[in-house]
């Protein structure tokens, strides 16, 4: 279960104001795949950051009864310097998994070839999504945040994707960011919309879809 507790997100630039989150209170209950549906720049993926702890919120806190994964796919934290090897095993001891397991499930998921003993530096943008993904689903969470991550690599890879992440939602809950709705009534059994800084959950997915699609009818 994760709860957002008066949850409020703002950014400040140049004398304008975004908010992303504006006092949310909400709980995503656990073992739910929910759909986070929102028009472009509502904060989809800046919300996916504040529940992952990546990133701090102007107010408010989120709280978990169980483990939460980064943002899905998210290659940035991984060193440039170090081989695609090197960052797996660097990401099993900060989480404290066993090493030679994730880096056996990676290299054979990733499938990356002799990449995956070169600098990540090199790498290309889907080269390291392809590893990052592998990372992400080689770790045992209780929930995973998904931002587009279906989206990598070509049809075959894709699919692979799909047929992972289905495989662990068999026994976790999931909070999904996709413009895809396809994939959306794929992989989602619930709905979540966030339209001007307010957040509405759903537990007819349906219901959901519908609101989204209303909003994107009105002009921001």
């Not at 073992?31 to 996916?48: D, E, P, Q």
């Not at 931002?147 to 992440?165: C, H, I, L, P, Q």
């Not at 992989?187 to 609101?211: H, K, T």
Request: net charge neutral.
């Amino acid at each position: 279960m994760i709860q957002l507790e008066d949850l409020t997100m703002v950014f400040r630039a140049g004398g304008s104001c975004k908010v992303v989150a504006d006092r949310i209170t909400a709980t995503f209950p656990s073992g739910r795949s929910v759909a986070l549906l929102g028009r472009n720049g509502a904060g989809k993926s800046t919300l996916l950051k504040v529940i992952a702890g990546t990133q701090d919120p102007t107010r408010g806190r989120v709280r978990s009864s169980g483990t939460i994964s980064w943002p899905v796919g998210f290659a940035g934290s991984f060193h440039p310097k170090l081989t695609g090897l090197q960052n797996t095993r660097f990401v099993a001891r900060i989480y404290g998994v066993d090493s030679d397991a994730l880096v056996d499930f990676v290299e054979a998921f990733a499938a990356l070839g002799a990449h995956f003993r070169l600098p990540c530096g090199i790498y290309s943008a889907g080269m390291r999504s392809r590893l990052a993904f592998g990372v992400s689903m080689g770790m045992g969470f209780d929930t995973y945040l998904v931002d587009e991550v279906t989206s990598v690599g070509d049809a075959a890879f894709r699919a692979k994707s799909a047929a992972v992440f289905r495989a662990r939602m068999q026994s976790a809950g999931a909070i999904v960011v996709s413009h895809s709705m396809p994939q959306i009534r794929q992989f989602c059994d619930m709905g979540a919309v966030l339209e001007a800084g307010q957040l509405q959950l759903f537990e007819d997915l349906e219901e959901a879809i519908a609101v989204h699609e209303a909003n994107m009818a009105v002009a921001a």
